[in-house]
């Protein structure tokens, strides 16, 4: 860590833990660093873990610059169920029995999910509408209609087929949901599915085997600032 002159700006790679939320860890990191100015460069649900990067003092000038790059992602969507939130956050719903899928319709399905792609955002989401994130009026169990976005799906990789669990590799552009491919894998398929596992592996060049473990990295910055007083 550099010492804290201005003008000061920092970047930090940090592997969220479960079930924090992205503003959670940037809080934790803020007070460690006694920083006003502190923000992430991507959302990760609280659910899902892996890489944020942190940015601090002048570099949060850049976070729109990490935003852009293209993510990488691994997990497990569970097939023949589904979610209101298609993850854990809600409660789990039978639709279909996935058993008799093959992993030539699944390869073909996933196929359909690849490319440029048009995606509806999920409704338990932080996107805006009406000045409202959208996720606090699914709470409360208002239905917020959202249009969908274009977006890349550059690599959509299946890994491990575990009946009912599928393991995938998904590499895509900013503003893809995994839990939108889920439940778009699970129409495709006519079974459902929804997410029950999200590691996000990488922003363009940055990888999650670099990040922090984030009291690791609030000890080293508790450490450094005792050293130079």
């Known amino acids: 860590m550099n010492n804290q002159q201005k003008p000061y700006g920092e970047v930090f790679l940090v592997n969220k833990p479960y079930k924090w939320t992205s503003f959670d860890a940037v809080k934790k990191l803020r007070n460690a660093l006694k920083v006003k100015k502190v923000g992430h460069a991507g959302t990760l649900d609280p659910l899902a873990t892996g890489l944020l990067i942190i940015c601090a003092g002048k570099e949060t000038k850049n ?36 058993m008799h899928l093959t992993e030539e319709e699944i390869l073909k399905a996933v196929a359909t999910l690849t490319g440029d792609i048009m995606q509806i955002p999920p409704n338990h989401s932080a996107i805006k509408k009406d000045g409202k994130r959208v996720y606090e009026s699914a709470r409360k169990g208002i239905t917020v209609i959202l249009d969908p976005r274009p977006v890349t799906v550059e690599v959509f990789e299946i890994t491990r087929i575990e009946l009912p669990e599928i393991h995938f590799r998904i590499v895509c552009s900013k503003g893809t949901y995994i839990r939108s491919l889920a439940r778009d894998l699970g129409d495709a398929l006519e079974v459902g599915a929804y997410m029950s596992a999200l590691s996000r592996d ?28």
Request: charged share 35%; no cysteine; glycine share 4%.
């Open 63 to 98: 976070i729109e610059q990490y935003q852009a790059q293209k993510k990488e992602y691994s997990g497990t969507f569970v097939l023949g169920k589904t979610t209101d939130s298609f993850d854990l956050e809600q409660e789990v719903i039978d639709v279909a029995d996935p």
């Open 202 to 229: 990488a922003i363009g060049e940055f990888k999650l085997e670099n990040a922090w473990e984030l009291d690791q990295l609030i000890e080293k910055i508790k450490k450094e600032q005792n050293e130079n007083l």
